[in-house]
Nanobody, 116 residues
């Protein structure tokens, strides 16, 4: 079955960096576009960034541009998100996501808390 396992979250101060990872299994990772989404307390899911199958095309929501970098390793079936210059507004649960055959899959998420 499809499995997505996020890790790397934590409690950091404003301006710090974190690197999130997503280990995947149960589907052909290199075949699909992958995304990061997040959910802040009391809010809905928000798209953060996406990456093409080969990794050559990367897209970001405006708040992530210049601070976040998405990447993938198709040999290891893993997705990453490097987050720099973190702000309190980045506090959220972060999920990796893939969609195919009419279904969207997400993992259990990893909590990122940015607070002084």
């Amino acid at each position: 079955q499809v499995q997505l396992v996020e890790s790397g979250g934590g409690l950091v101060q404003p301006g710090d960096s974190l690197r999130l990872s997503c280990a995947t299994s149960g589907f052909s990772f290199s075949t699909y576009v992958m995304n990061w989404v997040r959910q802040a307390p009391g809010k809905g899911l928000e798209w953060v960034s996406g990456i093409s199958r080969g990794g050559g095309v990367k897209t970001y929501e405006d708040f992530a541009k210049g601070r976040f970098t998405i990447s993938r390793d198709n040999a290891k079936n893993t997705l990453s998100l490097q987050m720099n210059a973190l702000k309190s507004s980045d506090t959220a649960v972060y999920y990796c996501s893939v969609s195919f055959d009419g279904t969207t899959y997400r993992g259990q998420g990893t909590q990122v808390t940015v607070s002084s």
